[in-house]
């Protein structure tokens, strides 16, 4: 059933953000040297390595780690890079990330390949075993602002109270966050 939920969503979400998906891209383009699309190594489910695209809101040459972890993020910024980040409008390519079945609309967000704490963090947890989201219940609950062992903890209360309801609430909870962009430090 969540797979179905996420295909019917993920198509309709497709259809109906088309042209600002397009702006957006244009936008980028027009902005910055380099390209539209940034393909970040992400870790999925059963911690499988995954493509997971994101419009490109840093500089080409920008360290592949987390963003808490550059002594300073808004160095790297692109022009339009901190509207995209807060906007979350450079999250919108992950629709074909859902599409193919390498993330849900909920789920934990994918760990960076890099990120070894987080994935054995979730691995110690079982949260390893879930499809990774475009949104979750640590996201609305302190986005970037969350130590990772509140990131795990959040994610595993997630894996134990997961049900369709839980996942509309929590997507529920992330427009009215993005509308007010809450938890955003960059």
Known sequence: MKRLFDLVVAICAGLILFVPIMIVALAVRLTSAGPVLYWSDRVGKNNDIFRMPKFRSMRVGTPAVATHLLADPKVYLTPIGSFLRKSSLDELPQI???????????????????QADLIELRTREGVHMLTPG??????INGRDELPIPEKVKLDKEYMERRSMSFDIHILWMTFVKVLRRDGITH
């Open 134 to 139: 475009l949104t979750g219940w640590a996201q």
């Open 96 to 114: 074909w990330s859902i599409l193919k079945g390498d993330m849900s609309l909920v789920g934990p967000r994918p760990a960076l390949f890099n």
